[in-house]
């Protein structure tokens, strides 16, 4: 299992979130995976949550409402293996509705490239 943490970004939003990628990485963890019903596949699964515990966790985008967990939840999926921990995932840039990504908020609020 590989844990990291991302901020999520929208129009007026920001979400300091955890994501794990479930696939197993012994023996132990493998045998409970399966028995849950995970493929165990090497192909990203990804629980997300907030990284405060508040509200739910799923490996399930579509299980969320509205459009800024949806979005970001396929993108951390899609490029699980390219994101570092901290990065930023910024549903308007993804959407198309920004040029620019945001940068961390810990960085200031000045948009790049």
Request: net charge negative; hydrophobic share 35%; glycine share 8%.
């Given at each position: 299992?590989?844990?990291?943490?991302?901020?999520?970004?929208?129009?007026?939003?920001?979400?300091?979130?955890?994501?794990?990628?479930?696939?197993?990485?012994?023996?132990?963890?493998?045998?409970?995976?399966?028995?849950?019903?995970?493929?165990?596949?090497?192909?990203?699964?990804?629980?997300?949550?907030?990284?405060?515990?508040?509200?739910?966790?799923?490996?399930?985008?579509?299980?969320?409402?509205?459009?800024?967990?949806?979005?970001?939840?396929?993108?951390i999926i899609e490029h699980w293996h390219d994101l570092v921990d901290g990065a930023v995932i910024d549903v308007?840039?993804?959407?198309?509705?920004?040029?620019t990504s945001k940068v961390s908020e810990q960085f200031g609020e000045k948009e790049t490239t």
């Amino acid at each position: 299992m590989d844990a990291k943490t991302f901020e999520i970004r929208d129009v007026a939003t920001f979400i300091a979130a955890l994501a794990v990628d479930i696939n197993p990485s012994n023996p132990q963890q493998r045998y409970l995976m399966r028995r849950c019903g995970y493929p165990c596949d090497q192909k990203p699964n990804v629980i997300l949550t907030r990284l405060n515990g508040n509200g739910k966790a799923t490996n399930d985008p579509y299980e969320w409402g509205g459009r800024t967990w949806p979005v970001a939840h396929h993108y951390i999926i899609e490029h699980w293996h390219d994101l570092v921990d901290g990065a930023v995932i910024d549903v308007e840039f993804i959407l198309g509705e920004k040029p620019t990504s945001k940068v961390s908020e810990q960085f200031g609020e000045k948009e790049t490239t």
